[in-house]
């Protein structure tokens, strides 16, 4: 270790952190000893930004550690804080230690110093305050495998003397798994202390893997329900906080993950963990909505906290049209919510709408809420007239932001009659109140009148290259006239104005008549972004109708991504299936497990869009694999997801 009166000899001005030279760390750590609780607080909290950043350590870091330790030592009201700035900076995957790069790497000169000073450390292992403690194993299990042989056994002792003799269980817990990490074998599933229990199961689920045992089944369902509230202070190096990590795992096996999150609910979802548990499954695997929403509908009978049944509701929602036929259960519960409870009628309701449950319309146009009114839409286009008299009253009484864009999004699958709204439109776009999708709305009513003309006319003129764009497309689409849609278009290309694929994308209704921007758009096939590439190779398809250079750079960008899943869809509009991507659609259709994670504010989630996806392009009947393709999940719920792709909004 080293003390304050040290920091001068190191060369700081010489040595990077995240922000630069590092200069100021000697007087940030000066800051620890002094009398003044705020600046040593403030202290700490620059050094997690700068000499780690973000999972990243610097030079700077590992000249740091004797400092640290010091002062973790001789500053008790500061030490446990201190010890774990040390085990986060010590941070690393221990696979890393095995590569060509470590001895070279920034982690590794942390760890090497961390393990020179750790024998000064060991006595914060007996130090009479429980966190203290809990910290102090955080720190040596951070370097756990890296111990020379003396230090090892010295380690070792001290250790498995806290896992046996410790009058707290938590830390007789945190011994078990640093035990674990220095290689003993012993995982004590039968001991007398729950926390220990689950730290043994935890550590046998990360050792055995999926499938996992009923032993341990029995273990996680029975003593993981309540947490334990000082966990979230103290993770592991490697792990955000433990219960995300235990759900991680739990995760990679469903069938162990709805009993377990099942056994949580039903001793009353403490903290939510059960029904967190849940959703996480959904996540991560297929076709396992309908067991989830009904352990969620459990929870909510036991969620007496308004934002954790929000929260829940809210999750229901978003799946509750995967189901074909939602339970009455789920059904009458959500019913009640929306009457019955103000501060959750919100989800509850949308949750309703997309069950397709009749009780739902009437509150949707007595109350209406523009995600409710767009979710009905879709869910009740019997309702067409009396939702587009709601949205009109909405958009004129002044709706702004996302809940105007939502209900001018409503109008598009409701038909002629959305025809009616054209005077509030109109305003919309002259006042720029969701002006872009009130463009694309206008461009759709296929009629132009003088006033229409005029927004979008003006709109043309803007400076926001999104709204000049769908103004453009609006105008062709109505007048026939492509020379102003032609001109925007040259402009915002060559300028690249905003996104170039955003501008591309809107290039499908004048086809042919967009070709004098091929010599524009035919180099950008070439370009380094994907989704220029891709976006670029539809719209030379929609301009030629020629299918062959867009397929070749179509099939090459196909995979399980955001810009991979747009390709797919854009062979899926061409109607091609290169031979070649059969295996790849294959694995996208019959995959158990999610191949796409969530979009964030996206109405439907991508995996479904992808299984559906290559479900058409597979073809009908049976794949060249033999499966069946009739029973297939996406031929439902899946499909109508997918339908509701055109209103989302790409990077």
């Known amino acids: 270790m080293k003390s304050p009166a040290e920091l001068d000899t190191v060369p700081w001005q010489n040595l990077d952190h995240a ?61 446990t804080k201190l ?62 495998e890296l111990f020379p042989t003396g230090l090892r056994a010295q380690v070792e002792h001290q250790v498995a003397r806290l896992h046996v003799d410790d009058p707290v269980p938590a830390v007789r817990a945190d011994a078990l798994v640093v035990l674990d990490r220095m290689g003993r074998e012993a995982l004590p599933l039968d ?54 990590h235990l759900t991680g795992l739990l995760a990679e096996d469903p069938d162990a993950a709805l009993a377990v999150a099942a ?53 229901i929602s978003r799946w509750a049209d995967r189901l074909p036929n939602p339970g009455d259960r789920l059904r009458d519960t959500l019913y009640d919510c929306a009457r019955t409870e103000p501060e959750t009628a919100r989800p509850a309701l949308l949750a309703l709408v997309r069950c397709r449950d009749p009780r739902a319309l009437a509150p949707v146009l007595r109350r209406p809420d523009a995600e409710a009114v767009r979710a009905a839409a879709l869910s009740f286009p019997e309702a067409a007239g009396e939702l587009v008299s709601v949205i009109r009253r909405e958009l004129a009484a002044g709706a702004t932001g996302n809940a105007a864009a939502a209900l001018i999004t409503a109008l598009e699958p409701l038909g002629t009659l959305a025809r009616q709204a054209r005077p509030e439109l109109v305003e ?92 524009l758009i035919e180099p ?12 670029s190779a539809e719209a030379h398809y929609w301009i030629t109708g020629s299918a062959e250079s867009a397929v070749a750079v179509l099939t090459e960008l196909v995979g399980p991504s955001p810009v991979g899943l747009r390709a797919l869809k854009a062979l899926a509009s061409i109607g091609r299936t290169p031979e070649e991507l059969r295996p790849a659609l294959r694995a996208f259709a019959f995959s158990p497990l999610r191949l796409l994670g969530a979009t964030p504010f996206s109405e439907c989630h991508e995996d479904e869009e992808l299984r559906a996806l290559a479900w058409r392009l597979l073809g009908a009947g049976t794949d060249h694999g033999g499966h069946s393709l009739a029973n297939s999940p996406a031929s439902g719920a899946g499909v109508r997801a997918g339908s509701r792709a055109s209103t989302r909004t790409r990077p």
Do not use: K
């Open 19 to 79: 922000y630069g030279p590092a200069e100021d760390v000697p007087e940030l750590i000066r800051s620890l000893y002094r009398d003044d609780e705020e600046a040593a607080d403030a202290a700490i909290h620059e050094l997690y930004g700068n000499i780690h950043h973000q999972g990243t350590v610097y030079p700077a870091s590992a000249p740091s550690v004797p400092f640290l330790a010091h002062a973790a030592r001789h500053i008790p009201g500061r030490r």
């Open 83 to 144: 010890l774990m700035l040390l085990a986060t900076l010590a941070d690393h995957d221990r696979s890393d230690s095995e590569s060509a790069h470590w001895p070279d790497s920034s982690v590794a000169e942390v760890c090497a110093e961390l393990c020179r000073v750790l024998p000064e450390l060991l006595p914060c292992l007996s130090d009479g305050e429980r966190p203290v403690r809990r910290a102090a194993l955080r720190v040596v299990g951070a370097v756990a």
């Open 191 to 244: 001991s007398p202390f729950p926390e220990v229990r689950m730290a043994a199961a935890t550590l046998l689920a990360e050792r055995c893997g999926p499938p996992y045992p009923a032993e341990l089944i029995e273990v996680l369902g029975d003593d993981g329900a309540e947490p334990d509230p000082g966990d979230d202070d103290f993770p592991w190096a490697g792990t955000s906080d433990p219960d995300s």
């Open 263 to 315: 056994r949580w609910i039903e001793a009353g979802d403490l903290g939510s963990r059960g029904s967190w548990l849940a959703r996480e499954i959904t996540e991560v695997w297929r076709d396992r909505e309908p067991e989830v929403l009904e352990l969620l509908v459990t929870a909510l009978s036991h969620q007496r906290d308004t934002a954790a049944r929000a929260r829940v509701l809210g999750f």
């Open 428 to 519: 919309c776009l002259r006042t720029r109140r969701a002006a872009v999708p009130a463009a694309r709305q206008l461009g759709l009513g296929g009629i132009l009148t003088d006033e229409v003309g005029t927004a979008l006319r003006e709109a043309d003129e803007s400076s926001d290259a999104s709204l000049r764009a769908s103004a453009a497309v609006a105008l062709f689409r109505l007048s026939g006239d492509a020379a102003p849609a032609l001109r925007t278009f040259r402009e915002l290309l060559s300028a690249a104005q905003g996104p170039v694929h955003w501008h591309l994308d809107r290039l499908q209704p004048l086809g042919s008549a967009a070709a004098p921007l091929l010599p």
């Open 524 to 535: 950008m096939r070439a370009a380094r972004y994907e989704w220029t590439r891709v976006t």
